[in-house]
T-cell receptor, first 113, second 114 residues
């Protein structure tokens, strides 16, 4: 079952603009993570936000977490063509203690030069 | 460089011919996992391993086997591949940081079964 649902599914912007992606999840979490995947390649960890944090920054990335709404957003500021990729949120599977990360379906971001 | 190495990168095989996808990590991580990624279905866990000689099924284990004889290696075995196992496969190992666990992924293996 998919824990994270992401919105929008696809996003196309011009270089220099900001990109915002949203993620909703269903169960309680220890943390929420965002990953980037370039076409057909492995996922790369971007940022982790703990359940007791509301906002976190890393370079041009800003992540927010609202546990009351079970949602998170990823903001990429001043986007570049190299940011073109798919972005996934992921949460840990607290229910089964399997260590599994449950991924959303992803948002495909295209940044036009 | 800390990494997860998968081989091969691409593989085309025929139905029923046994194959192994290798996975190796150099970070001394205890936990490793295999995922498959399919359009519209996202990433689904196949098998995972908490440590050497400890493996367990994920969400879609049918048709797959794994072994964990040593910490660094976690091969994925398809005893009798079928076309529905055509997919993009990822091996990952889990690290622990200040905020929790995260995954380091391999570059992926694109498998086609004809």
């Amino acid at each position: 079952s998919q824990q994270g649902e992401e919105d929008p599914q696809a996003l196309s912007i011009q270089e220099g603009e900001n990109a915002t992606m949203n993620c909703s999840y269903k169960t309680s979490i220890n943390n929420l993570q965002w990953y980037r995947q370039n076409s057909g390649r492995g996922l790369v960890h971007l940022i982790l936000i703990r359940s007791n944090e509301r906002e976190k920054h890393s370079g041009r990335l800003r992540v927010t977490l609202d546990t009351s709404k079970k949602s998170s957003s990823l903001l990429i500021t001043a986007s570049r063509a190299a940011d073109t990729a798919s972005y996934f949120c992921a949460t840990d599977d607290r229910s089964g203690n399997t260590g599994k990360l449950i991924f959303g379906q992803g948002t495909t971001l295209q940044v036009k030069p | 460089e800390a990494q997860v190495t998968q081989n091969p990168r691409y593989l085309i095989t025929v139905t029923g011919k046994k194959l192994t996808v290798t996975c190796s990590q150099n970070m001394n991580h205890e936990y490793m996992s295999w995922y498959r990624q399919d359009p519209g279905l996202g990433l689904r866990q196949i098998y995972y391993s908490m440590n050497v000689e400890v493996t367990d099924k994920g969400d879609v284990p049918e048709g797959y086997k794994v072994s964990r004889k040593e910490k660094r290696n976690f091969p994925l075995i398809l005893e009798s591949p079928s076309p529905n196992q055509t997919s993009l496969y990822f091996c990952a190992s889990r690290w622990t940081g200040a905020g929790g666990h995260g995954y380091t992924f391999g570059s992926g293996t694109r498998l086609t079964v004809v």
